[in-house]
Nanobody, 116 residues
Framework: QERLVESGGGLAQAGGSLRLSCAAS????????MGWYRQAPGKQREMVAS???????NYADSVKGRFTISRDNAKNTVYLQMNSLKPEDTAVYYC??????????WGQGTQVTVSS
């Protein structure tokens, strides 16, 4: 029963930074995992970063050292700090969560565009 709303997308130059946020609401169940996926035109959706409620994180190899995921469990909010952006980071970024009864939810997506 989660509702996910992303914000923070936009246009950045190569080497610049953006910060995405996603707030979850509407469920009586705890959120287990929250994360970010992205999808470029003509490509499959791929996992970018995820964070468990216990604090562990996971990153795609392509963003390690550049992106940082963080959570505020009290607010059911997840963030993605994106530094050293590259044109190949251009995609629609989707927030994702999995609740304590193992149901997945997705946000509407926010566009990130990186110019060279």
């Amino acid at each position: 029963q989660e509702r996910l709303v992303e914000s923070g997308g936009g246009l950045a130059q190569a080497g610049g930074s953006l910060r995405l946020s996603c707030a979850a609401s509407g469920s009586t169940f705890k959120i287990d995992v929250m994360g970010w996926y992205r999808q470029a035109p003509g490509k499959q959706r791929e996992m970018v970063a995820s964070a468990s409620s216990g604090g562990s994180t996971n990153y795609a190899d392509s963003v390690k050292g550049r992106f940082t995921i963080s959570r505020d469990n009290a607010k059911n909010t997840v963030y993605l700090q994106m530094n050293s952006l590259k044109p190949e980071d251009t995609a629609v970024y989707y927030c994702h969560c999995r609740n304590s009864i193992y149901i997945d939810y997705w946000g509407q997506g926010t566009q990130v565009t990186v110019s060279s």
